[in-house]
């Protein structure tokens, strides 16, 4: 289930890294081939993936799961099959509550399968999402050298995703529930709101878990505007820039994954989340050419590619015997991410593009003062 993740940024990554075949394909403008693409992914998913996510327990959870990723591989295709704009994104728009579900049950069942081993999970899951990041670009690039365009990668991805999805359905589900366990299960979607919202721990790691998003496609979008502004860098250097950043979250990845065991959660994020901090810091505010803003940006990555994982295996924690609920809770509260590109563009239409970098430092700062929580629960 580790390859769905892989799987589900490929597919997310190929539409906006062939946007500039889109224009072509479809007489597009630049909003409408970058910025509308990357809307309809979210946009359906922010209403339907909460409320289908506190479902998704008991004997629902399985074919709930099993039905997202088939969704996603169909949507996939339909995608890169679509002959207009509009058609596209509807598939897109559909995408989006099939990823959230399917993916996100697939970590979830993961998670619950090693719940000691959360923080590793959740850093090779991680791994695999930057694996994905950094191959979507050549997977277009394959493509188009070999004369079938965009669609030929998508394509490509969605057989990918099919296959997955029917090897899903073939794995047999958990153990039986009794009648007990039966009731508790179906409780009314309602009851496990008011579950969520009684567990004010599981709000705060969810809260806290939207700031992830800063440094990721944020960082990429206003980043590189920055890099021109700053250093005048080209399309090439900032290419290498941002590849450096993700080679360093791949390499962040791995080391969680290694280490994570062998030291509190309390510890891991107060060092990632004050890394992080420092290295973008010097990033934005020192480094002069290319090749000292990839060092730097490579190390920002490396420390804030820890982020998600200890700050969602913590999540999970504080409700193990539940993970529909931390999910349709993530699911929710994450659709705040929609707000955050608005939010960063009015500042650097405004005050600037410094101040709008600035404002990602909120993740960092975030995950440090988190390990401050993590502490006293530990002491508890």
């Given at each position: 289930?580790l390859?769905?993740?892989?799987?589900d940024?490929?597919?997310?990554?190929?539409?906006?890294?062939?946007?500039?075949e889109l224009?072509?394909?479809?007489?597009?403008t630049?909003?409408?081939?970058?910025?509308?693409?990357?809307?309809?992914y979210?946009?359906?998913?922010?209403?339907l993936?909460?409320?289908?996510?506190?479902?998704?327990?008991?004997?629902r959870?399985?074919?709930?799961?099993?039905?997202?990723?088939?969704?996603?591989?169909?949507?996939?295709?339909?995608?890169?099959?679509?002959?207009?704009y509009?058609?596209?994104?509807a598939?897109?728009?559909?995408?989006?509550?099939?990823?959230?579900?399917?993916?996100?049950?697939?970590?979830?069942?993961?998670?619950?399968?090693?719940?000691?081993?959360s923080?590793?999970v959740?850093?090779?899951?991680?791994?695999?999402?930057?694996a994905?990041?950094?191959?979507?670009?050549?997977?277009?690039?394959?493509s188009?050298?070999?004369?079938?365009?965009?669609r030929?990668?998508?394509?490509?991805?969605?057989?990918?995703?099919l296959?997955?999805?029917?090897?899903?359905?073939?794995?047999t589900?958990?153990?039986?529930?009794?009648?007990?366990e039966?009731?508790?299960?179906?409780?009314?979607?309602?009851?496990?709101?008011?579950?969520?919202?009684?567990?004010?721990?599981?709000?705060?790691?969810?809260a806290?878990?939207?700031?992830?998003?800063l440094?990721?496609?944020l960082?990429?979008?206003?980043?590189?505007?920055?890099?021109?502004?700053?250093?005048g860098?080209?399309?090439?250097e900032?290419?290498?820039?941002?590849?450096a950043?993700?080679?360093?979250?791949?390499?962040?990845?791995?080391?969680?994954?290694?280490f994570?065991?062998?030291?509190?959660?309390?510890?891991?994020l107060?060092?990632?989340?004050?890394?992080c901090a420092?290295?973008?810091?010097?990033?934005?505010m020192?480094?002069?050419?290319?090749?000292?803003?990839?060092?730097?940006?490579?190390l920002?990555?490396?420390?804030?590619a820890a982020?998600?994982?200890?700050?969602?295996?913590r999540a999970?924690?504080?409700?193990?015997?539940?993970?529909h609920?931390?999910?349709?809770?993530?699911?929710l509260?994450?659709?705040?991410?929609?707000?955050?590109?608005?939010?960063?563009?009015?500042?650097?239409?405004g005050?600037?593009?410094?101040?709008?970098m600035?404002?990602?430092?909120?993740?960092?700062?975030?995950?440090?003062?988190?390990?401050?929580a993590?502490?006293?629960?530990?002491?508890?």
């Amino acid at each position: 289930m580790l390859a769905v993740v892989f799987t589900d940024e490929l597919a997310t990554g190929v539409v906006p890294s062939g946007a500039p075949e889109l224009l072509s394909a479809f007489d597009l403008t630049p909003a409408r081939a970058a910025g509308w693409t990357l809307f309809a992914y979210q946009v359906l998913g922010a209403l339907l993936e909460p409320p289908l996510l506190a479902m998704a327990h008991g004997r629902r959870e399985r074919p709930m799961r099993v039905a997202g990723l088939a969704v996603l591989a169909l949507t996939t295709l339909a995608a890169a099959l679509a002959p207009s704009y509009w058609l596209l994104l509807a598939a897109l728009m559909l995408y989006g509550p099939a990823s959230g579900v399917g993916v996100n049950l697939a970590q979830a069942a993961l998670v619950s399968a090693n719940p000691e081993r959360s923080e590793a999970v959740l850093a090779r899951w991680t791994f695999l999402g930057y694996a994905g990041d950094l191959l979507a670009p050549a997977a277009v690039a394959l493509s188009v050298a070999l004369g079938f365009g965009w669609r030929g990668a998508l394509f490509a991805v969605g057989l990918v995703a099919l296959a997955q999805a029917v090897a899903a359905s073939r794995v047999t589900g958990g153990a039986e529930h009794g009648p007990g366990e039966d009731e508790e299960t179906e409780a009314p979607l309602r009851e496990a709101l008011r579950a969520a919202l009684r567990c004010r721990p599981l709000l705060a790691w969810s809260a806290v878990t939207v700031l992830c998003g800063l440094l990721d496609e944020l960082l990429v979008g206003f980043g590189a505007i920055w890099m021109t502004e700053r250093l005048g860098a080209d399309a090439t250097e900032r290419a290498a820039i941002l590849s450096a950043w993700v080679v360093g979250g791949l390499l962040g990845s791995a080391l969680l994954e290694r280490f994570a065991s062998r030291f509190r959660p309390s510890t891991l994020l107060a060092v990632s989340g004050l890394g992080c901090a420092v290295a973008y810091s010097v990033w934005l505010m020192l480094a002069s050419t290319w090749v000292t803003s990839a060092l730097m940006l490579g190390l920002t990555g490396m420390f804030s590619a820890a982020h998600y994982p200890l700050l969602r295996a913590r999540a999970f924690a504080a409700m193990p015997d539940r993970p529909h609920i931390v999910l349709a809770t993530g699911s929710l509260l994450g659709s705040l991410d929609m707000t955050l590109p608005l939010l960063i563009g009015v500042v650097a239409d405004g005050p600037g593009i410094f101040a709008a970098m600035l404002m990602l430092l909120a993740q960092p700062v975030g995950v440090a003062l988190s390990a401050v929580a993590a502490r006293r629960s530990e002491r508890r």
